[in-house]
C-alpha cells in the first residue's frame, strides 16, 4: 500500500505556466484550477494511488520570513495566480481528496512530516514533487519523490547521483549553493559541484574544515571557497535552519483518513458548473457515498 503526497502548490504553478489561459463565466483567470483538478482525477485512475493528500502554500509566507525577510514571498507572483490557491484548495476537497492548506508553515513541511509520521503505516510514500529541499526526506527506496513531467522516481541513490550528497545533506547543500525559488543566496563561489564533494565527504557543515589545508577531498579554487565558508559561515547556519523542512506540522489525520473515498458529487459537480469545467463534471470514476 502506498501513499501519495501532492505538492499542490508547484502543481498550481506548473499548470499555470504549461497550459493555456482559461477563464471561468464569471471572467477570472481559473487555467491553474482546471489543470490541477484534471491532473489529479488522471492521477486517482493511476494503479496504486488509493491513498492521497494534497499540501498547499496557503499564504506564501510562513515563519520562515520573520527569520529572514529576503525568504520568499508572493511579490512577483502573478496575481491571476495566487488568487487561484484557495479555489484549488476548495476544488480537491470536493475531489475528496485530503487537503494541507499551510500559513504558519510551507506545503513542504506538511509533506515532510507526512513522510514521518505515516512512515510505518504504508509499504512506501511517494512525495509527487521535484523540488530540491524534498530530497531530504527521501529514505531508501521507501520514502521517494517522483516528477510527474518527467515520470522519473528519486530514491536514495537518485539523491547521491543528483547532487552529490546523502539526503540528509541537502540542507547543508542549500545553504552553501542557495535556492532561488527560496530566496536564499547560498555562499559566495560555492557551486554545485564543489558542494557535492566537500559535504559528500563532512556531509554537515560543522564537519567542514575551516582551513583548507586539512581537506581531504580535492575542490578546485579550495582556498577561495574555504575563506568565503569561514566569512558565511554564520549566514550559511541561518540558509540551512531555513531550508530544513519541519517535521512537527499538526496534521490531524490517521493514515486511513487519507484513503480516497471518491469525489463529493454534489460540491464537485457544482464547482464544475461555476467554474465551466464541464468537460470534467464525470471525470471522476468513483463517487463518495452519501
Known amino acids: 500500500m502506498q501513499l501519495h503526497l501532492l505538492d499542490g502548490t508547484y502543481e498550481l504553478f506548473r499548470s499555470h505556466f504549461g497550459a493555456p489561459p482559461r477563464e471561468a463565466p464569471d471572467g477570472k483567470a481559473i487555467g491553474a484550477v482546471r489543470g490541477i483538478v484534471a491532473s489529479t482525477l488522471a492521477l ?19 515563519f520562515r520570513n520573520d527569520l529572514f ?49 505515516y512512515r510505518d503505516e504504508f509499504d512506501r510514500i511517494v512525495m509527487l514533487s521535484p523540488d530540491k529541499d524534498l ?3 527521501v529514505d531508501g527506496e521507501v520514502v521517494v519523490g517522483f516528477d510527474r513531467r518527467k515520470g522519473e522516481f528519486m530514491g536514495e541513490a537518485g539523491v547521491w547521483a ?15 549553493v542557495g535556492d532561488s525559488a527560496d530566496g536564499l543566496p547560498g555562499v559566495p563561489g560555492w557551486g554545485a559541484k564543489s558542494t557535492g564533494a566537500v559535504l559528500g565527504r563532512y556531509r554537515h557543515l560543522e564537519h567542514v574544515p575551516l582551513d583548507e589545508g586539512t581537506w581531504d577531498v580535492t575542490v578546485r579554487g579550495a582556498a577561495r571557497l574555504a575563506g568565503a565558508f569561514r566569512e558565511h559561515l554564520a ?56
Open 162 to 176: 543528483k547532487f552529490g550528497v546523502a539526503p540528509a545533506s541537502i540542507p547543508d547543500y542549500l545553504s552553501l
Open 135 to 137: 530530497g531530504q526526506c
Open 69 to 117: 525577510p529576503e525568504y520568499k514571498t508572493e511579490e512577483g507572483m502573478p496575481p491571476e495566480l495566487l488568487a487561484q490557491f484557495p479555489v484549488a484548495e476548495r476544488a480537491l476537497d470536493a475531489l475528496g481528496v485530503v487537503v494541507w492548506s499551510m500559513v504558519d508553515y510551507e506545503a513542504d513541511d506538511a509533506i515532510a512530516t507526512a513522510t514521518v509520521r
Open 44 to 62: 486517482l485512475q493511476e494503479p496504486g494511488v488509493t491513498h492521497l493528500a494534497a499540501a498547499f502554500d496557503t499564504t506564501i509566507r510562513s
Open 235 to 290: 549566514a550559511a547556519l541561518l540558509y540551512r535552519y531555513l531550508a530544513t523542512l519541519r517535521r512537527d506540522v499538526p496534521l490531524t489525520e490517521a493514515a486511513a483518513d487519507l484513503e480516497w473515498p471518491g469525489a463529493h458529487r454534489e460540491p464537485f459537480e457544482e464547482l464544475c458548473d461555476e467554474l465551466g469545467f464541464g468537460d470534467l463534471r464525470a471525470r471522476p470514476h468513483r463517487w463518495a457515498a452519501l
